[in-house]
């Protein structure tokens, strides 16, 4: 028999748990590594990983309680359901309690305790809801994917500008891999990692200015940075498309950027992992070749 402990990785089919359960598998038997999915047809983008798929929902105890049976570390990777995510995470967290789960991993935010981002305060709560459950967990205070803003390249590259409202804000931003690599190695860890706050971050920041500056020097295209006030890139936002939500927490994020929120340089992520993380020209190489 195995003595590596059974995992289970929760909002598996998303673009950040598919990358950690491929972490998981470099190290870890397909047979021990579960992820959990909403339903059937999301396990499709897993199963073929050769992992055990369960379902289950933050939003149904009763289908938690049968994902999490056999478990012994669980990865929560937190909810992007704004407005209800406090509850669907303590749902997990009660369901990892009743099951003895004896190591609840949490995909927090970047120095949660003190962050002015309006979405630090959920996951200040979920944070609270751990301490109070008695489950054992450590927290990955996580900072920004770089993929954050290379998502936003063709609209940059369509405007000739990179609009945001984060100013000379340093942002220490880090590629999804390297956060994922974060999670596998604290799931797999052979020493002891309850009680412990890893605050992650890249290696190497940058200002939106450098970003346009590097993007413009990639594509061969002048790319000016636009500093808005935040309520004029939030209506930026919503005139893309955006939803109110998403509008809001974009612009209440980049206003945080522009007073450091998203700064690190601990460099705890690249001890996590073993390596330098990745830069973000890097990141921003492979987005415009894709």
């Known amino acids: 028999m195995s003595t590596q402990p059974t995992i289970l990785v929760t909002g598996a089919a998303g673009q950040l748990g598919q990358l950690v359960l491929r972490a998981l598998l470099d190290t870890t038997p397909a047979t021990r590594i579960h992820a959990l999915v909403r339903s059937e047809h999301a396990a499709a983008s897993v199963a073929a990983l050769g992992v055990q798929v369960r379902i289950g929902d933050y939003t149904q105890p009763r289908s938690l ?13 937190s909810s992007n359901d704004l407005g209800h995510r406090v509850a669907q995470h303590t749902n997990v967290i009660e369901a990892a309690k009743r099951a003895g789960v004896g190591l609840l991993a949490y995909t927090s935010l970047l120095h949660a305790d003190i962050s002015p981002l309006g979405l630090a305060g959920d996951h200040r709560q979920t944070e609270a809801a751990l301490r109070a459950s008695g489950v054992p967990f450590v927290l990955l205070r996580n900072g920004w ?9 063709p609209a940059a590259l369509a405007h000739s500008a990179l609009f945001g409202s984060a100013g000379a804000g340093r942002i220490s931003s880090a590629a999804r ?3 994922a690599a974060a999670a596998a190695a604290v799931l797999t860890a052979t020493d002891a990692q309850a009680g412990r706050i890893y605050e992650l971050a890249g290696d ?3 200002t939106l200015a450098q970003f346009a500056a590097e993007l413009s020097a990639q594509t061969h295209k002048s790319i000016a940075y636009n500093n808005l006030p935040e309520s004029e890139f939030k209506a930026a936002l919503l005139a893309a498309g955006l939803p109110e939500p998403v509008a809001a927490l974009l612009s209440d994020s980049d206003k945080g950027a522009a007073d450091d929120a998203l700064f690190d340089d601990k460099g705890e992520l690249r001890a996590l992992i073993g ?5 973000f020209d890097e990141t921003m190489a492979a987005a415009l070749a894709s």
């Open 275 to 279: 390596r330098p993380t990745t830069p």
């Open 177 to 179: 891999a390297d956060y």
């Open 65 to 77: 309680d049968a994902a999490f049976e056999g478990i012994e570390r669980a990865l929560l990777i």
């Open 204 to 206: 190497r920041s940058f």
């Open 145 to 153: 994917y770089t993929e954050n803003y290379t998502a936003g390249i």
